[in-house]
């Protein structure tokens, strides 16, 4: 069971950048993946998830209109699309699964009992 984050990198304000969360050895569509962040001296919070067997997707506040969170089920892999890139993004940002599916409240990083590695995102003013 493995999930892989990558993707991140040192962009500017304003921009965009895509990260793709690439899993491995579990059934793909029976779990919700999430996407959380963390900052320096901040904890963990969620950023946005998806349940693609049901159609379910949510977003954090901060991300709402920025942030779109999409899977591709023949590659077992989910992205997030990120654009509009404020300094206030900047976090290491990690992929997570759970299962059963999600159909709600999904930014909890404790529901959550498989974690990649993290991937880091730097945005510059």
């Known amino acids: 069971v493995q999930l892989q984050a990558s993707g991140g990198g040192l962009v500017q304000a304003g921009d965009s950048l895509t990260l793709s969360c690439a899993t491995s050895?579990?059934?793909?569509?029976?779990?919700?993946i999430g996407w959380f962040r963390q900052a320096p001296g901040k904890e963990r919070e969620g950023v946005s998830c998806?349940?693609?067997?049901?159609?379910?997707?949510d977003y954090a506040d901060s991300v709402k209109g920025r942030f779109t969170i999409t899977s591709d089920n023949a590659k077992n892999t989910v992205y997030l699309q990120m654009n509009s890139l404020r300094t206030e993004d900047t976090a290491i940002y990690y992929c997570?699964?759970?299962?059963?599916?999600?159909?709600?409240?999904?930014?909890?990083?404790?529901?959550?009992?498989?974690w990649g590695q993290g991937t880091l995102v730097t945005v510059s003013s």
């Open positions: 997570a699964a759970v299962s059963p599916v999600l159909f709600r409240s999904c930014h909890t990083p404790t529901l959550y009992d498989i």
């Open positions: 050895g579990f059934t793909f569509d029976l779990y919700t």
């Open positions: 998806i349940s693609s067997r049901i159609g379910y997707t």
